[in-house]
């Protein structure tokens, strides 16, 4: 198979171009074409030769991911793409808008093997990674796509980024580098179930990236109930990660919790989080759980969530609720990659 060109950093691009004996304007050219024009194929390369466009085509592909659908929300404008990859697997994005500016999610894996009990992602289990280009593809598509610049790029869709971690850091590292969508790192979040070791080697990049931490249950117990990872890595060990990273990086972390009825929402689970958060530089989001069918977890009502927020909220924790985007569509991580497997197309 040949080598796939997107995932070549621009100082790597240079060497390689340098190797098949191209002069260095010319990489500079191909990388602005790849990742500043975001071009899907060498024949769209129109200031390079003929010539090298079919050296090129020869002897290197670029990750297809191609558009099969994208629905609107007429609530809130959010919009979920499925993506069809080179190997026929399918993978979900999301493009929010925001007065901010226009936020991507993308997914890191196709499938995930982590298992948390009321997340869609996992249920048919981890099929592959995804290359460095196809997390790129994804939010190059959908700048194409909206017409509009991303300003936002969050890696909480399908998959555990840091079981993907090799893939992960070329992509961040192309993503926000100066020659290409130049994507400021403080507008990128990186979301984990807490994959410990990993976050050891996240925060020595010291990158200015947002690290969010799926914790759902303030104690060890309540967390291991919702998330099989908890029974691997402690929550006690887990939080001394937490500290190594704003210690290394200066960037606070973000917790993400998300109320499930009955099983986290209670005044004695308000308390837990209140001892575990109340000594730590973060920001905590919670998430009422987007219910999926395959799972009988319901979302607490609105005053059970608001009183949960305003317990935290007293204790001087910094907390919002995520407002819930595009609910009308398949909203919770996964379901629109489901439903489409689940109906027949591509693989499962
Ligand atoms: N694997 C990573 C990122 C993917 S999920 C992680 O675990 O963080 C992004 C966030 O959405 C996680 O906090 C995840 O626990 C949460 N999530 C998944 N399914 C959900 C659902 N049905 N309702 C609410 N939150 C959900």
Redesign the pocket.
Known sequence: MKKDIRVYTYEQLHREMEIQGEKAFRAKQIYEWLHVKLADSFSEMTNLSKELRSQLEASWQIAPVSMLECQESRLDGTRKFLFRLGDGNVVESVLMPYKHGNSVCISSQVG?R?G?R????TIGGLERNLTASEMLGQVYQIQKQSGERVSNVV???????LDNYENLLVFLQILTGEHGLHISQRNVTI???GIIPKMYELAKEHLQITL?I?L?GATQEKRAQLMPIANQYKLSDLLIACDDYFRETGRRITF?Y?LVHGINDTEKDAEALIFVLKERNCHLNL?P????KERNFQKPDRKIAQNFKNKLEKSGINVTIRREMGADIDG??GQLRRSYVQNGGGKA
Do not use: K, L, R
């Open positions: 995930c982590m948390c009321f997340c869609a992602s890696v909480m869709g399908t998959g555990e980024p979301s984990t179930c969010a799926s759902h993400e998300s998430i759980v987007n219910p999926i919770a991580c």
